[in-house]
Each structure stands twice: as structure tokens, then as C-alpha cells.
């Protein structure tokens, strides 16, 4: 296309191209001026939406005569199919985007000011024609050699009040720059474009995003989740009136962000102190998993804490549901979505894990099934009755993933799980693996009110409003956690780094920090340990029940208090009742008591629905062995042979029982079994 001319346009260098959008510089024949000429794609001119979109800029940005906003200076619109393809031509600025100069190093206070002011300016004028731009971000702003600021790209801008045209749960916009509300879906005003000048504001002068995450879902969490980056903890020479903007500007809610880009320049001018815009704010304690881990080292026993559920008798306070959430069915034979199943479960136990329901964990519900049904993958309902004597439920969660045409489809079934009844049931879009959080916080809001209304006719429960203090995760967080379990029900190293991995990404996920103190103390840290502990403390009191038995378990942990630990791991059951690791926990503390009949009561009922967790029938021989019942202790541990990967230590224990009972060949032969484990792990037998 370079050399051609077009209309009385003659191109002369392509300066650009996006997903939907061709830039070139251009010389106009007739006036003799430099110009831009943007096309649309091939894919561009294929999809609808985007051809309306592109005519949506032109008209947008033509009514805007402003000098801070790139003039447009004609739209061409083919009359027919052998026409040109439609082009916009626009004001040629000669400059630097402010993406390109925030690349070079951090703005100085006054021109960060002065830069920002004519941003707003432009943004003002249109406001003021019921426009907005929705795409503010550094790319989009150039900076000429005097100076001077233009404001580029209207290409998704939109009139307020206007049809709307993007499909149905499309984000468009730059997704570091978004609003909440952009990300949500929902209908958007000038305070979008406010939000956006405050993540400008901020890159320029720290050079670094409000908002991180290492991939788009981890940023688009962030911002709708979590409080932002202090700007004041990265650069002490900001002026109170420009921290108090900043802060302003990136309120979550939309109410709380200034009314107006008037509002705007007049905080930029110290003129306007907003109360209301106090900073840094306290982050809120989001709801972690309820599922936690402690890996510990025990005369020779390591051990893990961190999950919910046996087939043992109901351990809930009277009047709770108990609840429990199986795998949905994936309908799709698609790799993206293999792990959307496990993953969907997760995220419906965390929305339903609030007070006053008993929601049983999901990978010890998972051994329920495989124990019972032979599989950990979704089961028909019917299958449920087959449990359902052991798992003493109330009511249970299934679901279905299915394709659909603007993605995928999550529905979600309440089942009595006594008759396999279905009594209630809702769907919700996904389009994305980003949108299964707010798909499932959709839908789980929906079951709480099912339940409420349940509970209230039934009588059980008559105050039910702390059901509804809950949020969702971060997917990419949740999903590093669940990582980080398997390498540990494994019995391998490895799974630390993700549980740092999640901490990272949701620094307010409590369990993987409990599951790390714990990781900590094993490996000889214990200052490391009390400062993830001092962390958790600080937001004990806003977390929930089950996460501060969990807080205050750690605690006595670092402190050795086993007393305190037995004691916090029953308040911990009552919200996670049959939890097979807790009950695994408090067995390792009653064994350190000495309460050897205590020990093997909490772990019978773990082991007795064949537990597929190894180490825990080294504690329970060990419990039988100080009790002098060594054959009971052999013929446990034999019969744990079959759960893989068998714990080493178990290798070790039978070959010292078989030497005592003079054996020589079986004693040889488990020797050497852990002799090649432990060389498998590295470890030094000298």
C-alpha cells in the first residue's frame, strides 16, 4: 500500500498496526499537510461489530475540536462493495507517545502535573459532548516537541446514552488501565476515563503499574479486588494534593471517584481536599479457602494439615447445613478447560464457606467418592445415596460446564442428596477462565438465598446475614495453591514455591500463608514463620471464623504450644467438620500428649474410608506401637503398601518391626525399599 494513493491521500509509511486497526502516515495532495490514515483489517472488515466500532471513532472524534485531541479531518465510507475499505483521516502530530517517555525513566512532579492537566483538559471537552474514551493509557497520549498533549485513538470511545455494540461480555480497553466496572461488563461513564488518568498518573511518576499481576487475569483481579500500590511508600516527594488525587481517582467504587473531570483539575490545583479520599486505606481480609496445611517434623513423622472432610459422623454445631461440592462434569473434550472441573469445585467451596453452613472440603470429599464409587470424578446423583449415610449431609452441589455459543455455560444443581432430588438449579456465562470467579460468585449468591429461604422455613438457622461476607479468589492464585497440594499429598518437595506463587499474586490469601509458616518452621526458618504470622494477625479479626482458628493454630505452632493447637484445631472442625488433615493434626498432637487412644480415635475415621494420604498411617502404627500392639502396627502399615506414593517412613518402620520380630528377610527387604526412597530424594544415609 506504501506509494499508492487513495482518494487524494498518498501513503508514504505504515506507523502501525493492532488487532483490529492499520495506521500509515500520509501526505494529503489537495492542502500539502501530513495526515494519519487508519484502515481497518482484513479480520476488521470481516467482523461487524468492529466496522460499526470504526464508524463509532469517526463520529465520535469529528465533533471534538479541542487542542488537546487529535483533530480528525474526514471518514471515508465505501458506498459499495468495489469501493476503497473505509479509512479515517486524522491530524498527523509530530512527538512521542507518553508511553515511550515513561520508558525512560520517571517524570518530575510538575510535569507529571502539567501532562495530567492537559490529559484532563482534552477529556473535559469530551465529557462535555457525552463522550468517552474508555481507552486513556499512556500509548494513546503523544506529546509534541513544544510540549503540547493530544489525546489518540477514540476507537473505543462511546456516546453516553448510545446503543451498545460491543458483544455481549466483550471488555474492550486496555486491561491494565480498566476500570472495575469495565472489567465487570457493566455499563460505563466519564469516571472510567477518571480511574484510567489515576493508573497514568501513577506510571508516570514510579514507572510501574497501581495494579500487578503477571498476566492479564492476575491484573484484572487486582484491580477489581485489591487496593492499590501506595504511591507514597515509592516516592516521598509527592504533595498530599496529588496523592489525594491519586487515591481518588482509583476508588473501586464509582461513586467515590471525583463526580466530574472538573472535579479533577480542581484537586490537581489543591484546590478541592477531599475527606472522603483518605489514604492508604486498610485492605480488607478476603475469604481464603477453607482448607489449610501444616507441614511438620515429629520424631521422624512428617505431617500435613489442610483439608476438610472424612466419612466420620456430622461434627457441626447444631443447626448448620453441611454441605458438599462435587466436581462438575466437563462436557467438552477441550485441553483449556481440563481442569475447569476440579477448579470450579474449589471456588463453590470457598463462595459457600461462611458462617453458618459446614461445607465439607473437596479433596477429602474427592477420597470419599474414589473410596466408595471408585472414582473422584463427577458421580450421578443417585450415587450420591450411596455416600450419603457416611457423609451425613444436608444438601450437595453438582454442575455441568458446557459449550455455548458466546463461550461456555456453568450450571449449578442444589441436590437432597437422600433421594438425588434436584432442588434448585442455575446457570451462569463464563467466556473466559478469567470469568469463572464472577460466574461463580454469581451463582453462589444465588444458592445462599435458596438456602437462607430453606433454612428460615425450616427454622434452622434465623440469623443467616453473615452468610453473605464472602468473595471469590484470584483464579491464578487459587490454581497455584492447588498446585501446591499436590506436591505435597506427593510427599515431594516442590510445592513451596507456589505457595509463594499464590501469596504473591493474592497477598491477602490466607491459607497458603498458614500452609507456608508451617513449611517455614519445618525447614529451620522460624522468623520467616512469624512474619507471614505477624502478617495474618494484623487481619484476624476480619477474617472468618474458620481462618482465625487457623491463625491462632499457627501461632501456637511457632510457639510449640500443643495444648493450644488441640485446642484451636477444635474450633477449626466445628466450621470444617471431618476435615481428614485437621483430624490428622490433632491425632499428631494428641500422639506428642502422649494420648496414644486419642490419637488413633481422631485418625479412624481418615484411615477407616482408606485415606489416600500415606504418612498418615505411619502416625496411626506409631500410636499402636507405644501402645505395645505391634502386630496391629505391622498390619497397618502393610496395608497402606498400596496407597501411593507409600510415605518412606513406613519402609523404615516395617523394617524395624520385622527386625524385632527376627524376620531377617522381610527387615532386609523394607531397608533396602527405604534405602532406594531416600537416595530417590536425594537425601544422605551417612
Known sequence: MIGSTISHYKIVRKLGEGGMGIVYRAEDTTLH????????????????????????????AANLNHPHIATIYEYNEPSGPSDATPFIAMEYVEGETLKEKIERGRFSVAETIDIIRQVASGLQEAHRLKIIHRDIKPANIII????????????????????????????????????????????????????????????????????????????????????????????????DSLLRLFHACVEKDPAERPNSIEEVLSMLSGRVQRRRFAFPKPRAVRRGI?????????????????????????QEPPGKLRIA??????????????????????????????????????????????????????VAEKDLKKINSAAGLSLAIDGVIAKSPDGYRIQAKVVDPANGEVTFSREAPASTEANL?????????????????????????????????????NIAAL???????????????????????????????????????????????????????????????????????????AGAYIDGNVSQQAQHLQTALEFSPGNNILLFNLARVKFIMEDYPGAIRALEPATGARWHYSPAYYLEA??????????????????????????????????????RDKDTAHSSNYEKQFILRSREHGDSLK
Open 325 to 378: 461440592v462435587l466436581q462438575f462434569e466437563n462436557t467438552m473434550n477441550q485441553p483449556e478447560t481440563a481442569e475447569w472441573g476440579a477448579t470450579l469445585q474449589t471456588l463453590f467451596v470457598n463462595g459457600l464457606s461462611v458462617e453458618g453452613l459446614a461445607v465439607v472440603d473437596p479433596q477429602s470429599f474427592n477420597e470419599l467418592l474414589r473410596s466408595s464409587l471408585g472414582t473422584e470424578h463427577p
Open 144 to 239: 509534541k516537541n513544544d510540549g503540547t498533549v493530544k489525546i489518540l485513538d477514540f476507537g473505543v470511545a462511546k456516546f453516553l446514552g448510545s446503543t451498545k455494540i460491543t458483544a455481549v461480555d466483550k471488555i474492550v480497553g486496555s486491561f491494565a488501565y480498566m476500570s472495575p466496572e469495565q472489567i465487570r461488563g457493566e455499563e460505563v461513564d466519564g469516571r472510567t476515563d477518571i480511574w484510567a488518568l489515576g493508573v497514568v498518573l501513577f506510571e508516570m511518576l514510579t514507572q510501574q503499574l497501581p495494579f500487578k499481576g503477571d498476566y492479564p487475569p492476575a491484573v484484572m483481579y487486582s484491580i477489581t479486588h485489591e487496593e492499590t500500590t501506595d504511591l507514597a511508600e515509592i516516592r516521598t516527594d509527592i504533595p
Open 622 to 659: 506409631s500410636c499402636y506401637n507405644n501402645l505395645k500392639e505391634y502386630a496391629r502396627a505391622r498390619d497397618i502399615l502393610e496395608g497402606a503398601m498400596g496407597i501411593e506414593p507409600v510415605y518412606r517412613g513406613n519402609y523404615s518402620f516395617l523394617a524395624t518391626i520385622y527386625f
Open 33 to 60: 499537510r501530513p495526515v494519519v490514515l487508519k484502515f481497518l483489517t482484513q479480520q476488521g472488515l470481516s467482523d461487524e461489530t468492529a466496522r460499526m466500532r470504526f464508524a463509532q471513532e469517526a463520529r465520535a
Open 437 to 473: 470467579p464472577s460466574a461463580v460468585e454469581g451463582l453462589t449468591t444465588q444458592i445462599l438465598d435458596f438456602f437462607q429461604v430453606r433454612a428460615l422455613i425450616s427454622g434452622k438457622n434465623k440469623d443467616l446475614s453473615p452468610w453473605f461476607a464472602y468473595k471469590t479468589q
Open 479 to 553: 490454581k497455584a495453591f492447588i498446585q501446591a497440594s499436590k506436591y505435597i499429598y506427593r510427599v515431594e518437595a516442590g510445592g513451596e514455591k507456589y505457595l509463594r506463587s499464590a501469596i504473591e499474586l493474592d497477598s491477602l490469601f490466607v491459607s497458603p500463608r498458614i500452609w507456608l509458616i508451617s513449611t517455614l518452621i519445618g525447614h529451620g526458618q522460624p522468623d520467616s514463620a512469624k512474619a507471614h504470622y505477624a502478617f495474618l494477625l494484623r487481619h484476624h479479626q476480619t477474617s472468618t471464623p474458620f481462618e482465625q482458628a487457623m491463625i491462632d493454630w
Open 290 to 314: 477453607v482448607v489449610t496445611l501444616a507441614v511438620l517434623a515429629v520424631g521422624g513423622i512428617i505431617w500435613y494439615a489442610g483439608s476438610k472432610f472424612s466419612s466420620s459422623a456430622p
